[in-house]
């Protein structure tokens, strides 16, 4: 088998951690088949997949095209900018996207895949115009199409190209079917992560080095965020929980990340973060440590993991790496995110957007430390029992040879 993986990004946000661990899964379950990425930039994403030896070439996205996007015109990043600006962006990249398109099309004749595999809106649609139409393509999604204005109407124009279509959670794969009805497959398939990267045993960092803040003295409990800084990850809602804790209240917050897709409107600046934090009187509680590359050394620093997002998580795979990591999480319990975890035993959930709540759990797993322990021992448990690249790989492989195998003849578009 000859998979093609087009990613529209080339940094390491969710979407691209999670298709290096499709790819990885899939080395080592097959290891004859051969796979390929095309990203649309350079980064992490590309130098991952060369380490594991996936041959990975960049053929890069021209500006107008990457700051392209209407996860803020309406979309899970609120209403910041108006539907008709994204439009007029849309018309005058026109050019470019068409240029982009042919680009990707000379590629994939020259790679001559059996199947190629897209991750992510823009690649969605554009490999679906740049494919020869005898190329199976499955389209992996890692969040809400019916939540994106725009791009729901053009994916579902484009439905029926696909052999079949992959969906992180049973969450988004329901509002796929609802929007795509009888026009493709969808199957559920939850993400893997390095169960080995992602242990509880590992070295962990200095966060209040890393965040230049004093050290947090003997009793202290660390409490973080790690997340990009879209929008509805939740952060404001953090730290509004983080002052809502009593004064003599032994919590540190930390807010682990950095900007980090290109699409405008769809992202806090730290700047504004901070400020916020400020505002709110926070400045001894909090600490900022900007992008962190070692994920799992962060996570093993803290003592509880909040995952805070305002809108349904798709999946969520901070959730599921702090779990591995053995830790105790509290997430926001809607969207895919509730299928990670048996709530009150693996984590604990809060309604999402609800900072009084959040404070509330805050508080009683910092006060219980034998709590943090028992849902981080049956975290650990959880994770290696769901997350393991083996079961990815034994979801994934029959899909894409039932897309390879498929025969009809593929509709014009
Ligand atoms: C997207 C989703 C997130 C998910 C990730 C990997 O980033 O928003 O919920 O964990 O993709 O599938």
Not at 17 to 34: H, K, T, Y
Not at 48 to 56: F, I, K, L, Y
Not at 88 to 101: F, N, S
Not at 184 to 200: G, Q
């Amino acid at each position: 088998m000859n998979l093609l993986f087009l990613n529209p990004a080339g940094s390491s946000g969710g979407a691209e951690r999670a298709l290096l661990d499709v790819m990885a899964s899939l080395a080592e379950a097959r290891p004859g088949w051969r796979l390929k990425l095309i990203a649309a930039a350079d980064g992490a994403l590309v130098e991952e997949a060369r380490a594991m030896g996936v041959g990975a070439a960049v053929i890069k996205f021209p500006r107008a095209v990457s700051q392209l996007g209407d996860a803020a015109a309406g979309g899970p990043a609120g209403d910041h900018s108006n539907p008709l600006a994204v439009a007029g962006r849309v018309a005058a990249a026109a050019p470019a996207i068409v240029g982009y398109a042919r680009a990707l099309r000379r590629a994939i004749v020259d790679c001559a895949p059996d199947v190629i595999h897209t991750n992510g809106f823009k690649m969605h649609v554009l490999g679906a115009w740049a494919a020869p139409r005898t190329t199976p393509l499955v389209w992996h999604l890692h969040d809400y199409v019916r939540a994106r204005p725009m791009m729901s109407r053009l994916l579902k124009a484009h439905a029926r190209r696909t052999a079949a279509i992959v969906a992180n959670s049973h969450s988004v794969a329901g509002d796929a079917r609802r929007l795509f009805g009888g026009r493709a497959t969808v199957f559920a398939v939850h993400n893997a992560i390095d169960l080995e990267r992602f242990s509880p045993a590992g070295p962990a960092l200095d966060l209040d080095r890393l965040a230049g803040v004093p050290p947090l003295g003997e009793g202290g409990v660390r409490v973080g965020l790690i997340a990009t800084l879209a929008r509805w990850k939740g952060h404001r809602t953090f730290l509004r929980a983080l002052a809502a804790l009593p004064a003599d209240s032994p919590v540190r917050g930390y807010v682990i990340g950095g900007a980090l897709y290109e699409t405008a409107g769809s992202q806090h600046a730290l700047s504004d973060l901070r400020g916020y934090a400020g505002a709110l009187g926070l400045n001894n509680r909090i600490g900022f440590t900007g992008f962190v590359a070692d994920a799992p050394a962060a996570i093993r620093a803290l003592d509880v993991v909040v995952h805070a997002s305002t809108a349904p998580e798709p999946f969520g795979l901070a959730i599921a790496e702090a779990m591995a990591c053995g830790k105790a999480v509290i997430a926001s319990a809607a969207g895919g995110a509730v299928e990670l975890f048996a709530d009150g035993v693996e984590a604990l959930g809060h309604p999402p957007g609800d900072a009084a709540e959040l404070a509330r759990t805050i508080a009683r797993l910092a006060a219980d430390r034998d709590l943090r322990a028992r849902l981080g021992a049956a975290a650990a448990i959880a994770a290696r029992r769901r997350f393991t690249r083996e079961r990815l790989a034994n979801e994934l492989i029959p899909i894409y040879e039932g897309a390879a195998g498929e025969t009809r003849a593929r509709p014009a578009i």
